[in-house]
């Protein structure tokens, strides 16, 4: 079965810092793999994806993911993180290949602080 | 473009009463997509439609809850009759069938049933 995992419920970290936010998976054939952003009271927005080609995928917001196949994971990542990146962040992986449905991870919130 | 839109934005009702959630999803876009999210599930997946046809209901908790689309441009979800465990914040997004597979969420529609 496909399925994505988020370890972490909440990760917290100061402003500047880099910042890390880990997603593992499982799907049966190649992985298309998905971040999203939840802003308290409103829907998803996407941020990045891998589908194919270069490991390291950049994104909207100065954020960026890095696919490994061998360990199975998608990692969203940031330089230097801001007080505006808090929010709760959804990793998502598409299941199968004809259509568009994509199965969630449970999400993490990330809070940053000044 | 107004993005997708929903509505009502919030909902309270009683046991046992029938709820109708709207979505107008973005012109042009042939995926539509209902999802629920609560603290204890996370965000679920319960039905989505390719140019108006149901694709897959298997999220579709039970047959208290039911789904249409009509015509390109409006969906309803509806729970009859609704249970105070229907308490949720219900999304739907939209997406446009092309290899990035992005989808739109709406701003939701937060019911309560008491």
């Known amino acids: 079965a496909q399925s994505v995992a988020q370890p972490e419920d909440q990760v917290n970290v100061a402003e500047g810092n880099p910042l890390t936010v880990k997603c593992t998976y499982s799907?049966?054939?190649?992985?298309?793999l998905f971040w999203y952003v939840q802003y308290p009271n409103r829907g998803l927005q996407f941020l990045l994806k891998?589908?194919?080609?270069?490991?390291l995928v950049k994104g909207s917001y100065g954020f960026e993911a890095e696919f490994n196949k061998s360990q199975t994971s998608f990692h969203l990542k940031k330089p230097s993180a801001l007080v505006s990146d808090s929010a709760l962040y959804f990793c998502?992986?598409?299941?199968?290949?004809?259509?568009?449905?994509?199965?969630f991870g449970k999400g993490t919130t990330l809070s940053v602080s000044s | 473009d107004a993005g997708v839109i929903q509505s009502p934005r919030h909902e309270v009702t009683e046991m046992g009463q029938e709820v109708t959630l709207r979505c107008k999803p973005i012109?042009?876009?042939?995926?539509l997509f209902w999802y629920r999210q609560t603290m204890m599930r996370g965000l679920e997946l319960l039905i989505y439609?390719?140019?108006?046809?149901?694709?897959?209901d298997s999220g579709m908790p039970e047959d208290r809850f039911s789904a249409k689309m009509p015509n390109a441009s409006f969906s309803t979800l509806k729970i009859q009759p609704s249970e105070p465990r229907d308490s949720a914040v219900y999304f739907c997004?939209?997406?446009?069938?092309?290899?990035?597979?992005?989808?739109?969420f709406g701003p939701g529609t937060r019911l309560t049933v008491l």
């Open positions: 012109s042009g876009h042939d995926y």
């Open positions: 799907v049966s054939g190649n992985p298309y």
């Open positions: 439609f390719n140019n108006n046809v149901p694709i897959d």
């Open positions: 891998y589908i194919t080609g270069d490991n």
């Open positions: 997004a939209s997406s446009r069938r092309t290899g990035l597979n992005e989808q739109f």
């Open positions: 998502a992986v598409r299941v199968d290949q004809a259509g568009t449905a994509l199965i």
